[in-house]
Nanobody, 111 residues
């Protein structure tokens, strides 16, 4: 069974940065597609960024140019570097692998 543990969330002012981490277990991490999603209060969960086993990545339009997804296969970890944060980025951020979800980490951006 896949287990995912996110960390790195917190409170940050607009314009600031955070780096989220997600450690995976129970998976052959190096070959799996990994993704970050987020869910803002009162809104549906949405995909933020996806990274393939070859390192190729795709992003939601709302975060392009500000967020970067990366992976360290030796550490079974996927990261989400978030720069130039805006209040609209406030959400619980979740890691996803093969349909499994972590518990999420809360990011709050103050104006």
């Amino acid at each position: 069974q896949v287990q995912l543990v996110e960390s790195g969330g917190g409170l940050v002012q607009a314009g600031g940065s955070l780096r989220l981490s997600c450690v995976a277990s129970g998976t052959i991490f190096s070959i799996d597609l990994m993704a970050w999603y987020r869910q803002a209060p009162g809104k549906q969960r949405e995909a933020v960024a996806v990274i393939g086993s070859d390192g190729r990545s795709t992003y939601a339009d709302s975060v392009k140019g500000r967020f970067t997804i990366s992976r360290d296969n030796a550490k079974n970890t996927v990261y989400l570097q978030m720069n130039s944060l805006i209040p609209e980025d406030t959400a619980v951020y979740y890691c996803n692998c093969r349909g499994y979800w972590g518990k999420g980490t809360l990011v709050t951006v103050s104006s």
